[in-house]
């Protein structure tokens, strides 16, 4: 093994915001940096995928935004540089694929995508027969890095499922549990497999085992009922924003109270237009980031992304910015430049990456498997008049 280096994400960061450069947008769906005629040349070539259209946009235009934020900072730095292209994949399978080529036309060098999980484990098994590196900030499930050149940011849902089993347990939210879980979609089904096994090992009794599928997620009166009519103290949802709001208007419409309990998809409520905010009050999920953390380097990222796009961050966000940054220390290590290929890049940013330490945003102290599986520690929020607080 060879001798990790501790690279502080901190000091990369401590630039100045007021001399971070502006993206500009170019036809179409993607966005890149302006880095005038030799950006070619000069820069180092990054796609990105993710949806930036549909019912999944809030995750994609997240991870646009703050990568963006992170390559402007890097870029003014004066050091290596970054061209980043982020295109929209709708969530997409078929679409997330031929946007991966069009970016493979276009130069890309590394990819921070994609996004979302299914899209993701398509475009990471073609990039790995590509031999392009890919680190994802946000697609979660063991399959994505089932791929040679595929690295995570984000928790693998494992961990996620029993991380929250033993959150739970430990602060002694509950002893009756319901679960309602989307299983048609990996994410979900992948968190909530974790979570079921390690619930019982840790003597949760899960007494409403609910699931639904992406073609029938409009109507969860069945499921709420059962929690309620099993006594259940508490509803876990490893899904999705959109599909827990909707429970969330079961559980009130039912007179259910119960505490509810998810994962980092549930980051993404507080940004439904026209949604009953006060249903969401004492909703707890586990996630890598908190926008009201008092520590500089979040405070810096919140009032920098505020001033930028106009909205508190939420953790895509920040798991995206955090890409930039380990792209960043990983092609430092490497001795990358820009006018190496594709491939070349990629094994050495490979070669790398398991011998990098990263205080970042969403973890301190973040270190990577040669597997692409990242080691840091989750952080639990919970909905208070309206914000999440760091609980």
Known sequence: MKKALSVMLAAAMAVSFAACGTGTTNPGTSNSTSQGSSAAATSIRVGGLGPLTGGAAIYGNAVKNGAQLAVDEI?????????LNFMDDENDVEKSMNA???????GMQLLMGTTTTQPCIAVSAQASDDRM?????????????????????????????????????DNNLATKVAVIHDSSDAYSSGVYAKFKEQAEARGLEIVA???????????FSVQVQKAKSANAELVFLPIYYSEADLILQEMNKQGYEATVFGCDGLDGLLTIPGADTSLFEGVMLLTPFAADAQDEMTQNFVTSYQEKFGEVPNQFAADAYDAMYILLAACEKAGVTADMDAATICDKVMEAMPQLTLDGLTGNGMKWEATGEVNKEPRAVKIVN????AM
Do not use: H, R
């Open 75 to 83: 870029n003014a730095k004066g050091g290596l540089q970054f061209e």
């Open 100 to 106: 991966y080529n069009s970016l493979k036309d276009w």
């Open 133 to 169: 590196f890919v680190l994802t900030p946000s697609a979660s499930a063991p399959e994505v890095v089932a791929n040679e050149t595929a690295y995570q940011v984000c928790f693998t849902d494992p961990n996620q499922g029993m991380a929250s089993a033993n959150y739970i347990a």
């Open 209 to 219: 085992d609910e699931a639904f599928t992406a073609d029938n997620k409009t109507d």
């Open 386 to 389: 309206g914000a999440y607080a």
